[in-house]
């Protein structure tokens, strides 16, 4: 799949506003490989195309949205309820952190082999940024 990630937060001075808008790290899609990009999506310096080897479920899971259940009307909290760490890649690949320092997109769509494992281990929850153990341990047996 290729994911676009945003890099850089989108903010608000309104607290509430700015809790819903995304942040560094959230998955704003997630298309099939080879997905006919625009011109502004693959030159856009707020976020980055990666092609990684996930399912449609691991996206979806990684793109759900925060939303307050308790009232009768739901209202979405936050537009994404977990994010990656795109950090703790670059850590660890300096190709990765390259790309993703690089604002001019000289290369628009990063596909140097990023494992599902290592996308799934920088999984973050928003709140409390601890790493997903549940859904590490269910794709670490995929």
């Keep these: 799949m ?10 608000s001075t309104d607290r509430d506003k700015n809790a819903a808008l ?3 790290g959230d998955v704003i899609s997630a298309m099939a490989d080879g997905w006919p990009w625009t011109d ?8 980055r195309i990666l092609r990684v080897n996930l399912t449609v479920t ?8 925060e939303i307050e259940t308790e009232l009768v009307n739901k209202t979405v909290v936050r537009q994404r309820k977990r994010k990656i760490d795109l950090d703790a890649i670059a850590a660890t690949d300096a190709r990765f ?3 993703l320092d690089d604002d001019t997109r ?8 990023i494992k ?12 409390d940024a601890d790493v997903e153990l549940g859904y590490r341990t ?3 047996v995929l």
């Design 22 to 24: 995304t942040k560094r």
């Design 58 to 65: 691991d996206a979806d899971f990684i793109m759900d949205p």
């Design 40 to 47: 502004t999506e693959k030159s856009n310096p707020v976020w």
């Design 138 to 140: 269910a794709m670490a």
């Design 106 to 113: 000289a290369v628009p769509v990063f596909d140097f082999g």
């Design 97 to 99: 952190k390259t790309w």
């Design 116 to 127: 599902r494992q290592i996308v799934a281990d920088a999984v973050l929850t928003r709140e």
């Design 2 to 11: 290729e994911l676009v990630i945003r890099v850089v937060d989108k903010v």
